[in-house]
């Protein structure tokens, strides 16, 4: 097989194993109550770090290039909406809208050269805008997907959840209640939509510095020249970006709560296993940027996660159901897989 024959494998089944994880990262922590998420954002950022330690022995210490790390504090930043918007639209419609503005954000910043990066070229760029549309298209139909919303109880009896999570007017708040689990209906559809669509613009930028490194890398006047090309390379310095940042916000959030922050204990080890199944796919992201470009990449990676999302909010966790929502969400999956395939052939 040739050389950009392997190449193309490589990054397909990259692309393959980062949509099954990326789908499933957050499944181990339905079970179980996170309040305002500000405590499980850093057990799960810490637990990516970890992974980031792991891959940076493995590769013997590559240089660490601390602009780099501003793309991890642009993703720390999009996750602390997380909980809120799983508590309010639920896990499978939030990362299908987030995805799709990611898909979309991603692809654009990387075909067009935003932000001081290169364009990148693909051999069919028709294809390729087609394949993009179709990401947002699907992006939009998902916000008119509704998700089944359970009505807030503080029966004790009841197994503690991170579900959508809405107080019915007709009931009093919870005692310890979060600001997320007071929203009336009307308000967790907004907010939940609204959060999703910025974390995934902000997911969609996480990126561009390294991207950015790697293209003045080759330019002899550029403070980053000779910079590595693998993107592997800038995992830790990626990874410690998200890990500072989260720290910093939990320490903020700790200061505005007097030293009193909401910590959920039972959430720890299911964090670490979700934080880890999340390092582990963003690795293999890395590995699909390189190998296909981050043109091709964006749109596969980010719109397929929001199907294995979907399969579990279907199947077990019954978020969606009702005929109408099972017609739209069959109409923007086919949607969403024109879209890869006709991105993932524009590259070949």
Not at 112 to 133: I, R, T, W
Not at 255 to 280: C, Q, R, T
Request: hydrophobic share 45%; charged share 10%.
């Amino acid at each position: 097989m040739s050389s950009n024959g392997t190449d193309l494998t490589t990054g397909f089944i990259s692309c393959s194993v980062a949509i099954l994880l990326f789908g499933s990262n957050y499944v181990p922590l339905k079970k179980y109550e996170t309040g305002d998420g500000m405590f499980l954002q850093w057990v799960l950022c810490a637990a990516i770090w970890l992974v980031a330690l792991v891959a940076n022995l493995i590769l013997r210490c590559p240089k660490f290039w601390p602009f780099a790390m501003v793309g991890g504090c642009i993703w720390a930043t999009g996750n602390i909406a997380v909980v809120p918007i799983i508590k309010t639209i639920g896990l499978s419609l939030g990362l299908l809208i987030w995805g799709s503005f990611t898909a979309f954000t991603g692809w654009a910043s990387s075909r067009f050269g935003s932000f001081g990066m290169d364009a990148e070229e693909v051999s069919k760029p028709l294809l390729n805008y087609f394949g993009a549309g179709l990401s947002v298209v699907s992006g939009f139909i998902f916000l008119f997907i509704r998700s089944e919303i359970p009505s807030n109880t503080c029966s004790v009896d009841t197994t503690p959840q991170m579900t959508e999570h809405v107080v019915n007017k007709t009931q009093e708040p919870c005692p310890g209640d979060s600001w997320v689990d007071k929203l009336s209906t009307v308000q967790s559809r907004i907010v939940g939509c609204s959060l999703a669509v910025i974390s995934g613009i902000l997911y969609g930028s996480t990126f561009v510095p390294i991207i950015y490194i790697k293209d003045h890398s080759k330019r002899n006047d550029s403070i980053y020249a000779g910079a590595s090309q693998y993107d592997l390379d800038y995992v830790f310095a990626h990874f410690s970006g998200i890990f500072l940042t989260s720290t910093v916000y939990f320490l903020a959030y700790c200061i505005a709560m007097k030293n009193n922050p909401k910590l959920y204990p039972e959430a720890v080890l299911p964090g670490f296993l979700s934080g880890g199944l999340w390092a582990v796919a963003t690795c293999c992201w890395f590995i699909a940027n390189y190998t296909l470009s981050a043109v091709v990449s964006f749109p596969i990676i980010t719109s397929g996660p929001g199907f294995i999302a979907a399969m579990w909010g279907i199947f077990v966790f019954k978020e969606i159901q009702g005929l109408r929502n099972y017609l739209l969400m069959t109409l923007a999956f086919c949607i969403i897989v024109t879209g890869a395939l006709c991105t993932a052939f524009s590259k070949i």
